[in-house]
């Protein structure tokens, strides 16, 4: 993580990297690890940078995506399967699922792409918690799959589409984590783990993509 010093006049400004330097296993916001907390600390991050944050802290915005998600076996069992698996090792913490964080984000008026391939939708550990996320997604409005049920050929040609957005949140370390993206001007990436606070900075998009620890290829955009 690196602080950027800007001189104004006399005073010096410290600007804090994209995500603040927040880290989900050893904050103020935290109070046990090993957790699930970085959905809402990649969702956090995004609307802070955006000034949309209203004071919220990660933890708070990883109870409103919690709140979003149900873990019901008779309408999603797929989803609260895994839902419920994620909670022994997160310490009675969930993971967020990718409906719940466009939901949060939607409600602060923010237009989300959410893109897969079709590795990672024939994937038989994702595919049928992914056939249950898409209708929830397509109903949420303005948040959708590109082409529903079927994804991009490659990972490759879901980048192609998705470059121009300024904020990616990532799948990573096999389906168990998120982590966030930000897009600065002219070209430059910054990618934040929730895991450790740290945030690193890239000089393409497939630079950054490539450092995220064991990604899955499923990333939620925010267009706006």
Same mark, same amino acid.
């Given at each position: 993580m690196r602080l950027i010093k800007i001189i104004i006049g006399n005073k010096k400004q410290i600007i804090m990297p994209f995500g603040n330097g927040n880290n989900q296993n050893n904050t103020q916001y935290t109070w046990d690890s090993p957790n699930n907390f970085c959905g809402g600390f990649a969702v956090h991050a995004v609307l802070e940078d955006k000034n949309m944050h209203e004071g919220k802290t990660p933890?708070?915005?990883?109870?409103?995506?919690?709140?979003?998600?149900?873990?019901d076996y008779k309408e999603s069992p797929y989803s609260a399967a895994m839902l419920l698996a994620?909670?022994?090792?997160?310490?009675?913490?969930?993971? %967020? #699922?990718? /409906?719940?964080?466009?939901? @949060?984000?939607?409600k602060h008026n +923010?237009?989300?792409?959410?893109?897969?391939?079709?590795?990672?939708?024939?994937?038989?550990?994702?595919?049928?918690?992914?056939?249950?996320?898409?209708?929830?997604?397509?109903?949420?409005?303005?948040?959708?799959?590109?082409?529903?049920?079927?994804?991009?050929?490659s990972f490759e040609e879901l980048l192609d589409v998705i470059r121009t957005y300024p904020y990616h949140i990532v799948l990573a370390n096999g389906g168990t984590h998120w982590v966030a993206i930000k897009k600065t001007p002219p070209v430059k990436y910054e990618l934040y783990n929730p895991g450790?606070?740290?945030?690193?900075?890239?000089? %393409? #998009?497939? /630079?950054?993509?490539?450092? @995220?620890?064991?990604?899955?290829? +499923?990333?939620?955009?925010i267009i706006n």
């Open positions: 933890l708070d915005i990883y109870r409103k995506i919690q709140k979003e998600q149900k873990i994620t909670l022994p090792s997160g310490k009675g913490t969930a993971m %967020s #699922l990718p /409906s719940s964080m466009c939901k @949060v984000l939607r +923010l237009s989300v792409f959410v893109g897969y391939t079709n590795a990672f939708s024939t994937n038989p550990y994702f595919s049928g918690m992914l056939n249950e996320e898409v209708p929830i997604i397509e109903n949420i409005g303005d948040c959708g799959f590109p082409i529903p049920q079927t994804g991009f050929t450790d606070g740290k945030t690193d900075e890239f000089k %393409s #998009l497939q /630079s950054a993509i490539s450092a @995220v620890p064991g990604k899955m290829e +499923l990333i939620i955009s």
